[in-house]
């Protein structure tokens, strides 16, 4: 689950990280009161940030400089609502329905700092770089050696030397080399604490006063987990997310969109692999990843048919099922039922394979529906594409 800048922010600063975090505002009126209070305290210079679920704002025009307060609102005005195009968002882009009004820092130097699970070795990794503020992965591929790595051993956590040595390699120095350390052991108890999975400052920056603080912050929450954070799960924004995939997670499908033409419904996140890799190879693309799970329910499968034709992309449907614990003559009813419930506007071919395969197939035939069926995937392939052709 991604949060938003604002959130990450909020989240770290009530483990002591020393983030810069502004207020939130979801109207122009709101950014120039927010602005106000913080001049109040004596900001004199702000930056607005768009807030969507994606970085490279920056470089696509949603972070703006404000030299007076007298900028804040023409920087809102532009900002909100504008369908902003990061390297992150795809050509569409992203609505701006909210903005971060902050204190503009005089930054001395960008470094980056992140933390994330090494599946390699089973160990979190934190990584640093003195090249921050630009894209980490262009640092990792141009300049390898200007990313320092330190693993955490999980009987242990993170030691005290290790965050020295963090903020050693940083060049860090005085008072900037112990605020380096203390915002390195913050920021890993952030993560652990929130269970994040990822939690990343791109920039950390060194303000000219010598302060180390966070201009920037994101984090990625582990979805599993969420049952023990009500406040952080409280933080969904579903506005950000693909409609398509929030109504399947409602539904308990695992279901990713993607730009294809064969919508497919299979059961099991191997077979669904597989499936979508029949599919290119019979000269079609897949238009979603979605695994209905164990059960093939009558009501799962009805939802699954619906956010599958809700796509417009969708020329045909193929569902795939393994019969081994699900028996397929249920599945098979299952798929009649919903498909009697709705209106199935393209053609669709069951494969059924296992368990009570047969008696599945026999009901399908005998339902009279338009259902085309296959026993072999080969078969069912050949029969997507040419439903595809005609
Ligand atoms: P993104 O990573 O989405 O582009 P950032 O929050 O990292 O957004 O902002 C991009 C750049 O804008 C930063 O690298 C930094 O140089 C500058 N910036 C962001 N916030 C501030 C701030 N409060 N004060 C000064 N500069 C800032
Ligand atoms: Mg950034």
Known sequence: MKVHEYQAKEILDQYGVAVQR????????????????????????????????????????????????????????????????????????????????????????????????????????????????????????????KIVKVHVDPTTGLRSYQAREIAFQLGLEGTAFKEGVKFVMALYKAYRASDATIAEINPLVKTEDGRIIALDAKMDLDDNAMFRHKDLAEMRDEAEEDPLEVEAGKHNLNYIKLDGNVGCMVNGAGLAMGTMDLIKLAGGEPANFLDV????????????????????????????????????DRVAKGVVEAASNMELTVPLIVRLQGTNAEEGMQILKDSGLPIQTAIRLQEAADKVTAALDA
């Open 22 to 145: 502004g207020i939130v505002a979801d109207t122009v009126e709101e950014a120039v009161e927010a602005a106000q209070t913080m001049a109040a305290d004596g900001v004199t210079q702000f930056v607005v940030k768009a807030q969507i679920h994606a970085g490279g704002r920056g470089k696509g025009g949603g972070v703006k400089f404000c030299p007076s307060i007298d900028d804040v609102k023409p920087a809102a005005e532009k900002i909100l609502g504008m369908q902003l195009i990061t390297p992150q968002t795809g050509a569409e882009g992203q609505l701006v329905r909210k903005v971060l009004v902050t204190a503009a820092e005089d930054i001395a130097h960008e470094y980056y700092l992140g933390v994330t699970l090494d599946r390699a070795t089973g160990m979190d990794v934190i990584m640093a770089s003195t090249e921050g503020g630009v894209e980490i992965e262009e640092v990792a591929e141009a300049t390898p050696e």
């Open 293 to 328: 799970g164990g059960t093939a329910s009558p009501a799962t499968t009805e939802a699954g048919f619906r956010i599958i034709q809700s796509d417009p992309n969708v020329k045909a449907i193929l569902v795939n099922i393994f019969g081994g614990i699900v028996r397929c």
